[in-house]
Nanobody, 125 residues
Framework: QLQFVESGGGLVQPGGSLRLSCAASGFTLDYEGTVWCRQAPGKEREMISY????????DYADSVKGRFTVSRDNAKNTVYLQMNRLKPEDTAVYSC??????????????????WGQGTQVTVSS
């Protein structure tokens, strides 16, 4: 089955940058797009960025708009999340998933399957 593996997390100072990767492997299937989400301890999962499977469409949550950029390299089956001007409130486990249900609002998590295990991002001085 389809699997996602996230990498690139770590400890960074406020104002710093990180680039996360979400690599897909396993059975290839058609899906509408890929989402990045994050979850901090004691908080609900937050859907933060979305990119269509073609890469032609992207969208962001207001909390990251203007600071994060999503992209993809389909030759490498990988989606990236460039995170700039990081803040302590960006601290969370970041993961990705495939939008297997077509249509609907991309930020609705019930539209997704094949969630990865995530990578920890900690923003602290």
């Amino acid at each position: 089955q389809l699997q996602f593996v996230e990498s690139g997390g770590g400890l960074v100072q406020p104002g710093g940058s990180l680039r996360l990767s979400c690599a897909a492997s396993g059975f290839t299937l058609d899906y509408e797009g890929t989402v990045w989400c994050r979850q901090a301890p004691g908080k609900e999962r937050e859907m933060i960025s979305y990119i269509t499977s073609s890469g032609g469409g992207t969208d962001y949550a207001d909390s990251v708009k203007g600071r994060f950029t999503v992209s993809r390299d389909n030759a490498k089956n990988t989606v990236y999340l460039q995170m700039n001007r990081l803040k302590p409130e960006d601290t969370a486990v970041y993961s990705c998933a495939a939008k297997t249900i077509y249509g609907g609002r991309w930020w609705n998590d019930h539209l997704y399957q094949y969630w990865g295990q995530g990578t920890q991002v900690t923003v602290s001085s």
